[in-house]
Structures are given as structure tokens and as C-alpha cells.
């Protein structure tokens, strides 16, 4: 593959899942600015906002390379449940999400910076909360800090008893899927 890998995010659970997978990458930010202003759920808007995230790093790279631009999304009954804005809203969230299901998807897109051309995947994964205690809403907040996180919390740090079941990919829900990744990176392998 000829040209630079780029994750446009400063997701240290994205990078560590790039490491994983032996891959030889750089982190550049990207400087989008996400709109919050919609919170009815549609794949064209989080592929969007991943799109978007990848393509305002265009600019700042100066070799040929293929940028990865993803977003995760926590959605309950279509409303999009976005990173908290302090422990409030991160209680509200959660108190939410508690004793019922939700969709996670991530929308990852690669563009190649020379040409423009791009591939796009969405993955989606489901998760169970059990019935949380504001007690056990409180313990999490505090301990954890999930305010950078879509819809309040990881899944990968939640303590045992908050978490009933999940399906589909595990590190959609953590944050981006390595199976989607490589299903997108043989568009571009040479």
C-alpha cells in the first residue's frame, strides 16, 4: 500500500485499536467541528460526520496518505445520545439507558488524500444495561469520568452488574471495528 496511514482522532481507544493490529499509523486530530444540533438517528449522518472528520486533515498531511475518519454514536429509540456535557447530563444519559437496549454505531471512513477517493462502513452493535441504581449511576460517574464519551459510558471500564448483554462487534462499541477497518483498507491495498 503506497502512502501514509492517518487516524484523524485523538481517541486513545481508536489508536490502541490501530495498535493492535500491527499497523503503522500517525495521529492527526482532526479540526472538525462536530455539529451536536441533530439527535434523530441516520447512518448518512454519522458516515457524514466520520467523512468530514477525515477530510479536514486533507490539509495538514503532506505525503500521500489514507485517512481514517470515524465516529460512534449511542442511539435509544432513533434520539442520538451524544458525549455529556458534565455529570448531569452524563447521569441523565445513563438513567436513560438503564434496564433497556441501545444501538451503537460507528461510521468509519478512509479517504485517500491525493485522489479523494473514499470508502465508508458502518458497523452496529447492540447493548443491554441492567436496571441501574442511582447509587450505581453515581459510583460510575465518579470513578470513571465518562465525559468524552458518546452516551456516557465504556464498555470496556464498566464495572460487573451494569452491563446485561451485548451483540454484534465489541470494538464497534468500543469505538472502531478492525473488521470493518481492514474490509475498508483492501479498497485501497495496491
Known amino acids: 500500500m503506497a502512502g501514509k496511514i492517518i487516524l484523524a482522532s485523538?481517541?486513545?481507544?481508536?489508536?490502541?485499536?490501530?495498535?493492535?493490529?500491527?499497523m503503522d499509523f500517525?495521529?492527526?486530530p482532526s479540526?472538525?467541528?462536530?455539529d451536536h444540533t441533530t439527535t434523530v438517528f441516520s447512518y448518512d449522518f454519522v458516515e457524514n460526520?466520520?467523512?468530514n472528520k477525515a477530510k479536514a486533515v486533507i490539509p495538514l498531511v503532506k505525503e500521500?496518505?489514507?485517512?481514517?475518519?470515524?465516529?460512534t454514536v449511542v442511539v435509544l429509540d432513533n434520539e442520538i445520545l451524544g458525549k455529556p456535557d458534565g455529570y448531569n447530563g452524563a447521569f441523565e444519559m445513563l438513567k436513560k439507558l438503564s434496564g433497556k437496549t441501545h444501538i451503537v454505531v460507528t461510521s468509519i471512513v478512509i479517504i485517500n488524500?491525493?485522489?479523494?477517493?473514499?470508502k465508508k462502513h458502518s458497523t452496529t452493535s447492540h447493548v443491554t444495561f441492567k436496571a441501574l441504581s442511582d447509587e450505581q449511576i453515581k459510583y460510575y460517574?465518579?470513578?470513571?469520568?465518562?465525559?468524552?464519551?458518546?452516551?456516557?459510558?465504556?464498555?470496556q471500564e464498566m464495572p460487573e452488574g451494569y452491563i446485561e448483554s451485548y451483540t454484534g462487534d465489541l470494538e464497534n462499541i468500543i469505538g472502531l471495528s478492525s473488521e470493518s477497518l481492514k474490509i475498508?483498507?483492501?479498497?485501497?491495498?495496491?
Not at 10 to 22: G, T, Y
Not at 64 to 71: E, K, L, N, R
Not at 184 to 190: A, D, H, P, S, T
Open 113 to 118: 488524500s491525493v485522489t479523494g477517493e473514499f
Open 10 to 22: 485523538s481517541s486513545p481507544r481508536r489508536a490502541n485499536i490501530l495498535k493492535k493490529l500491527n
Open 49 to 51: 460526520l466520520a467523512f
Open 31 to 34: 479540526p472538525y467541528i462536530e
Open 141 to 155: 460517574i465518579e470513578n470513571f469520568k465518562p465525559f468524552d464519551k458518546a452516551g456516557s459510558y465504556g464498555i
Open 184 to 190: 475498508l483498507l483492501k479498497y485501497f491495498i495496491n
Open 64 to 71: 500521500p496518505s489514507f485517512i481514517i475518519g470515524a465516529d
Open 26 to 28: 500517525k495521529i492527526v
